[in-house]
């Protein structure tokens, strides 16, 4: 799994240390929304990741929503209430381009970007294609598409032995 492996994995987005990140040289968040930023079954983000993005700007991060859910409607309004700009309609993760675009839209660079998503198959690959490091964040609900469930299995078989911090007891 060397290629697909994150850099961390973590039981939520307000698990990641931001000042650790920003010692490190990241300045760019590019972040999915379903089951990462929001529930699945939600239509908002709860506080926990509101709040960590209000820190993240406040520290001096510039951060883009990119989001695979084929609803732009949801995307724009999650993006619309966080205050964060997106890539809107599909961002067809695994497939780097929307991460590119991101980086874009933040005058990023890749050395300085991180993404921060929930599945090991579109958000990591998709990372690991465009050049980006990631952190992988456990699944905020058991509510996924009926075939992000399929990935799932894969999921939970190649992350067996990838202990997650700040917990552990999530829903893989």
């Keep these: 799994m060397t290629f697909l492996a994150p850099k961390r994995y973590v039981a939520s987005v307000d698990c990641i240390d931001l000042d650790e990140l920003y010692r490190s040289g990241k300045r760019a968040l590019l972040v999915d929304r379903d089951n990462t930023l929001v529930p699945r079954d939600a239509a908002s983000a709860p506080p926990e990741a509101r709040d960590w993005l209000d820190r993240a700007r406040r520290l001096g991060f510039r951060v883009c929503l990119v989001s695979n859910n084929w609803y732009r409607s949801q995307v ?61 964040v456990k699944p905020q609900t058991h509510v996924d598409m009926w075939y992000t469930h399929a990935f799932r299995f894969f999921e939970r078989h190649a992350l067996r032995d990838l202990p997650c911090e700040e917990g552990g007891d999530g829903l893989r």
């Design 76 to 136: 724009e309004a999650s993006a619309r209430e966080l205050g964060i700009d997106h890539v809107i309609w599909c961002a067809m993760k695994p497939a780097p381009f929307a991460l590119w675009a991101g980086l874009h839209k933040l005058s990023a660079t890749r050395s300085e970007s991180l993404l921060v998503g929930d599945q090991l198959y579109t958000d990591v690959f998709a990372s690991c294609l465009a050049g980006i490091d990631s952190i992988l």
